[in-house]
């Protein structure tokens, strides 16, 4: 294999010396007494993932997060382009900062991430909100306290237009929002060009970061106490395969999985197109590895699988679920689907209905497709009215919600290991999780939280688990 792209440790050595200048012009600059950052993440895991690198960057600069802006001396909306309705919250909360700016003129306001990766909508942006004075994308993320040096340094509005998107930049810091729960990137990019989707095109290419580096962080997290650790990429079946000599994905989490402690291993998304039986096997295998497979089918038509060039058809995709199901006892599986994709009718939306009666999914990530600019699907016909296809979309969520409901009824009376996350308000009620990602809500102490524990499952509502701590 060639190595088309390779992986850069600069991140230390050229943007370091920004993050202190950046702290000097800061004890001038805050409002308050110490600099202030809020940071809006939009959009899915990766998203959220380069979040914690721009607060990692910002924490070594001296700033302290708060979740509101209205005392920020720094405001940044990292976006997320999939779909309309994600964009339009962006506008509309970019637009509810006006008289913010107007208050605190000092406060600088920036927009990275996915939206600002397609040229016409950052131009859009760029000059509908002139108090907006820092724009850059996904591709840029590396450079950022280069980009706030210069953007605070010369009281000017700074604008990446091009920048590569071949390389995988390492070093960067990271402050993670959860103290037990975790992700951790393993590639970048996409190569799959699904017709709808506006991902590739935002994220560049698809290029992995190395087995060593993975590994490495890995071993961080679990001995800093990370219990739930998530690997992501946007087809993490297709692993290493721009590097030299590198581990597939399946062997990659068998060395992590080999790592000794008290953790859990997700990993998302599998591509149904690449998602092999070794895979299958190393889940049902393996120590640490949790038995949920989120394998997204998008559709259970044939014809619109074809024509969202999704490279699998519903035999093929129902071989690796049956396979799963053989092999993983009791495996929790998850889905992405979309209704409405240019020219799907009414017979292949039942082609949807009977894959996922078929399949019984725990949850499904259901989306009203929606048209992305400069994706091929966005020219196709779409006939079908927005009034009809939100009929079926009901239809799809009824049909789901009840085999959700069966599928939490059937495991009232048996004990569930559960990872506690937080507290749901209030009387003492913990909301924990399944390794198969189901919420179970259990009476108990605040000390749980972040500790495994066995729950006696005693109720069951349509999305969620009720039991007690045994
Ligand atoms: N790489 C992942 C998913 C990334 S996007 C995968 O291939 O599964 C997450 C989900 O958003 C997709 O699975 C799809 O269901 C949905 N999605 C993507 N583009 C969309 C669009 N234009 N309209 C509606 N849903 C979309
Ligand atoms: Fe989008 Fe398809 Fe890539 Fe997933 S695999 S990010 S749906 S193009
Ligand atoms: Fe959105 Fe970008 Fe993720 S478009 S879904 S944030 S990769």
Redesign the pocket.
Known sequence: MTEKFSTVNDFNDSQDEYLNLIYEIMQDRKRGEKPIAFIRTYG?QQNVADGERIKGMLQKAGFEFEDKPDNADFILFNTCA??EHAEDRVFGNVGALKNLKLKYPRTLIALCGCMMEQKHIAERMYKSFPYVGLVFGTHALHQFPELLYRSLSSGKRVYVRDNDDSLVHEGIPVKRDGAFKGWLPIMYG?N?F?T????PYVRGRERSRESDIILCEAREMINSGYKDITLLG??VNSYGKNLKNSPSFAELIKEIDDIDGDYWLRFM?S?PKDCTKELIDTIAQSKHISKHLHL?F?SGSDRILKAMNRHYDREKYLGIINYAKERIPDVSLTS???VGFPGETYEDFKQTLSLIREVEYTSL?T??????VG?P?ASMDDPISAAEKSKWFQELLDVQEEIAAKRCKSMIGTTQKVLVENEKGKDNILNARTSGNIVVEAKGGKELIGTFQNVKITNAGNWILKGDFV
């Open positions: 899915c999939v779909r996409c799959n699904c709808y989707c506006i991902v946007q087809n998304t591509h997204p998008q992405d689907v979309i990530f989306f009203i497709y929606s048209p992305r994706t699907a």
